[in-house]
């Protein structure tokens, strides 16, 4: 069964200091691997797709990272306009997405 | 108007209620999805729609019952919810050119905030 993971459940961070955030996968014929950020009260808005390992997406403070097993998420210098919570998902060829809990970051200022 | 478009934004309902929740995309896309966010927890896939025609159902209850009548727009119809129904119920649409093989990101409206009494 597909099955996605993150950590830290819930991360707090001073602005301007950097960290990652993780999402680990299994998943039988991975397609592609996606990342979301989520506002309180909206819903998920697109950030990243990765389709193999190796692959390397930035978009501003956010650059994310695959490997066989897991994503990264890393943010350099974070703001607290940064606060979401970020949801991994993955997609397995002729499956629809699993979605991982999510991380909820805050930073303060 | 652009994007994914839910209505209503708050819902309160009893459990002898029947109401219904709207969805409507202006993207072209031509494949829509119900998902269910508790807290807490993943996203739950609850019903996908690709050209209009129903492709998955994850073993919902019966007493959600979705209906799309074209590709722009996707309805959830509500009736004897239980109290742990409540939850936000999130629209997502997406180009899914290959009918099931391969999705597309997806795009989501803001969500329905459904309580049920």
């Known amino acids: 069964e597909d099955q996605v993971t993150q950590s830290p459940e819930a991360l707090r961070l001073q602005e301007g200091e950097s960290s990652s955030l993780n999402c680990s996968y299994t998943?039988?014929?991975?397609?592609?691997l996606f990342w979301y950020r989520q506002d309180p009260g909206k819903g998920p808005e697109f950030l990243f797709t990765l389709y193999s390992a190796g692959e390397e997406k930035e978009k501003e403070r956010l650059k994310a990272t695959l490997t066989k097993k897991e994503s990264f998420l890393h943010i350099t210098a974070p703001k607290p306009e940064d606060s979401a919570t970020y949801l991994c998902a993955v997609e397995a060829y002729g499956q629809n997405f699993v979605f991982g809990p999510g991380t909820r970051l805050s930073v303060l200022p | 108007e652009t994007g994914v478009t839910q209505t209503p934004r708050h819902l309160v309902m009893g459990m002898t209620n029947k109401k219904s929740l709207k969805c409507e995309q202006h993207?072209?896309?031509?494949?829509m999805y119900w998902y269910k966010q508790s807290a807490k927890k993943p996203l739950e896939l609850m019903f996908v729609y690709s050209l209009e025609e129903r492709v998955e159902n994850n073993s919902v209850p019966s007493r959600f019952s979705p209906e799309c009548p074209n590709s722009s727009h996707l309805f959830l119809h509500l009736h004897t919810l239980q109290p742990e129904d409540s939850a936000l119920y999130l629209c997502a649409s997406s180009q899914d050119p290959t009918r099931g093989l391969s999705n597309e990101k997806l795009f989501f409206g803001s969500g329905t905030q459904l309580s049920v009494l």
């Open positions: 998943v039988s014929g991975l397609r592609g």
């Open positions: 993207l072209g896309h031509n494949a």
